[in-house]
């Protein structure tokens, strides 16, 4: 027996609860496609952060002299972490065997594309470093660790998310990869907001001051719009945390 929102009444509510929110307020139903995941629940809250963003780092490239080995950068990268907001959010409201699998197949495919950007981004940056005559070392501000840092966590973290989904025997088999999912998703959501700080530290770069003039106030927005979108969705139960029937 299933309840209006497509969860069977015999699981636990306090399973399908969200961090914020009742049960059942960013839950996919098995009728419907998965691409309303990204708008369920506080979804279209990040949606909108991410248009933002982008909106805001793109404008700020093609209002300005457009620099062909720097502007390509803050281009990809917004791109990716758009493309990043979209994975977490596709897979988040996924519940039983038919929509984890169907959320999955999008999780894994909005991650290789994001995957791909990132590349895409970093060997801009790279290329321009070893090309230019720029007398600043490679990394001369936060932003530069912060997106070392990031690359790295981003690799780990694409790593350990295909082969749990593509070969779980790395793992020691499919049980056992299980086993690894909350911590694959603890770690994805603390890598989401370390590269909002990222995006957020390259405002201070020479580059935006002295070129783009994106202000940080408008990126520290889309920012909290981003958070406020994707974290109360947070599913208690795929993290490991379980609520005693008195807190939920």
């Given at each position: 027996?299933?309840?209006?929102?497509?969860?069977?009444?015999?699981?636990?509510?306090?399973?399908?609860?969200?961090?914020?929110?009742?049960?059942?307020?960013?839950?996919?139903?098995?009728?419907?496609?998965?691409?309303?995941?990204?708008?369920?629940?506080?979804?279209?809250?990040?949606?909108?952060?991410?248009?933002?963003?982008?909106?805001?780092i793109?404008?700020?490239?093609?209002?300005?002299?457009?620099?062909?080995?720097?502007?390509?950068?803050?281009?990809?990268?917004?791109?990716?972490?758009?493309?990043?907001?979209?994975?977490?959010?596709?897979?988040?409201?996924?519940?039983?065997?038919?929509?984890?699998?169907?959320?999955?197949?999008?999780?894994?495919?909005?991650?290789?594309?994001?995957?791909?950007?990132?590349?895409?981004?970093?060997?801009?940056?790279?290329?321009?470093?070893?090309?230019?005559?720029?007398?600043?070392?490679?990394?001369?501000?936060?932003?530069?660790?912060?997106?070392?840092?990031?690359?790295?966590?981003?690799?780990?973290?694409?790593?350990?998310?295909?082969?749990?989904?593509?070969?779980?025997?790395?793992?020691?088999?499919?049980?056992?990869?299980?086993?690894?999912?909350?911590?694959?998703?603890?770690?994805?959501?603390?890598?989401?907001?370390?590269?909002?700080a990222?995006?957020?530290?390259?405002?201070?770069?020479?580059?935006?001051?002295?070129?783009?003039?994106i202000?940080?106030?408008?990126?520290?927005?889309?920012?909290?719009?981003?958070?406020?979108?994707?974290?109360?969705?947070?599913?208690?139960?795929?993290?490991?945390?379980?609520?005693?029937?008195?807190?939920?």
């Open positions: 027996m299933a309840s209006a929102t497509g969860i069977p009444a015999t699981n636990p509510a306090a399973e399908h609860e969200p961090l914020l929110g009742r049960p059942g307020d960013a839950i996919q139903p098995p009728s419907a496609p998965v691409i309303t995941n990204l708008w369920l629940g506080t979804g279209w809250i990040a949606l909108a952060g991410g248009a933002l963003l982008v909106a805001v793109w404008a700020g490239v093609f209002l300005h002299p457009l620099l062909p080995l720097v502007s390509p950068h803050p281009l990809l990268q917004s791109a990716g972490l758009l493309a990043s907001t979209l994975a977490i959010l596709v897979l988040q409201p996924t519940w039983d065997p038919d929509t984890k699998r169907r959320g999955r197949y999008a999780h894994a495919a909005l991650n290789g594309l994001s995957f791909l950007i990132y590349v895409s981004g970093v060997t801009v940056i790279l290329v321009n470093k070893h090309q230019s005559s720029d007398p600043h070392p490679h990394f001369h501000s936060a932003h530069g660790y912060m997106g070392v840092v990031a690359a790295v966590l981003l690799l780990g973290q694409y790593a350990v998310g295909f082969g749990m989904w593509a070969v779980p025997a790395v793992f020691g088999g499919e049980e056992r990869a299980k086993r690894v999912w909350k911590y694959h998703r603890w770690s994805g959501y603390v890598i989401y907001l370390f590269l909002l990222t995006v957020v530290a390259a405002t201070y770069t020479p580059y935006n001051e002295t070129v783009l003039d202000k940080t106030w408008s990126v520290v927005v889309a920012g909290l719009l981003l958070v406020a979108g994707v974290y109360p969705r947070v599913s208690i139960d795929k993290l490991g945390i379980r609520r005693t029937a008195a807190s939920s």
